[in-house]
């Protein structure tokens, strides 16, 4: 099990649904993350909280909202998602800004 | 050009191999060298986290990194079945800044 925890472990959502996804670190970090993972393709950054403040958003839809609501938790809000953007959601946290991140094991979304 | 590259694979070894895994890149404003682990279904796990040149050893382990050349690697002895999962690089810059890039990812295979 890993120290960063995601809920739920997956999620089917219509288009014109909207969801929300939860993460979790009981580490003391001070920075989370969201990624976004395609088959067989690497992590890609999403967003990056820094003591509670939204530090990078990677040019990511609107459709997607992160929130920090306090140091260990985070949450992506989801709203008129598409079907390519169905992937894995991968939730991060580390002590400082040179790496290294902690990750969950993710939300498996699928958007039909 | 990417910023860092790492060959896809797949890397299948007999159980008991000594197995090398790479990683080249471009910037030199990389310091910190990581590498992960990601079993199928799972997020990826951090194995090793290095800062500059050097080697750092961990059970089974051993991370070298050669700025000079701008390349690392990731040796596994005594190579298990259970060691059969995508292997990622990762690196951030001094700076941090909180981006981490990754490389592509080397699928291994290790057969009992």
């Known amino acids: 099990d890993t120290e960063v925890t995601q809920t739920p472990k997956h999620l089917v959502m219509g288009m014109t649904n909207k969801k929300s996804l939860k993460c979790e670190q009981h580490m003391g970090h001070r920075a989370m993350y969201w990624y976004k993972q395609k088959a067989k393709k690497p992590p890609e950054l999403m967003f990056v909280?820094?003591?509670?403040?939204?530090?990078i958003n990677e040019s990511v839809p609107s459709r997607f909202s992160p929130e920090c609501p306090n140091s260990s938790l985070l949450n992506l809000h989801l709203h008129a998602l598409q079907p390519e953007d169905s992937a894995l959601y991968l939730c991060?946290?580390?002590?400082?800004?040179?790496?290294?991140?902690?990750f969950g094991n993710g939300t498996r979304l699928t958007v039909t | 050009q990417k910023e860092v590259e790492q060959d896809p694979g797949p890397l299948s070894v007999p159980e008991g191999a000594i197995v090398s895994l790479n990683c080249t890149y471009s910037?030199?404003?990389?310091?910190?060298f990581m590498w992960y682990r990601q079993y199928s279904r799972k997020g990826p796990e951090l194995l090793m986290y290095t800062y500059s040149s050097g080697n750092k050893e961990d059970g089974r382990f051993t991370a070298q990194v050669d700025k000079s050349s701008k390349y690392i690697s990731l040796f596994i002895r005594d190579s298990q079945p259970s060691d059969s999962a995508t292997y990622l690089c990762?690196?951030?810059?001094?700076?941090?800044?909180?981006?981490?890039?990754f490389g592509a990812g080397t699928r291994l295979f290790v057969k009992a």
């Open positions: 990762a690196m951030t810059g001094n700076t941090g800044g909180f981006k981490t890039i």
């Open positions: 910037n030199s404003a990389f310091q910190y």
């Open positions: 991060a946290s580390s002590q400082g800004s040179a790496g290294d991140p902690h």
């Open positions: 909280y820094s003591y509670e403040k939204l530090s």
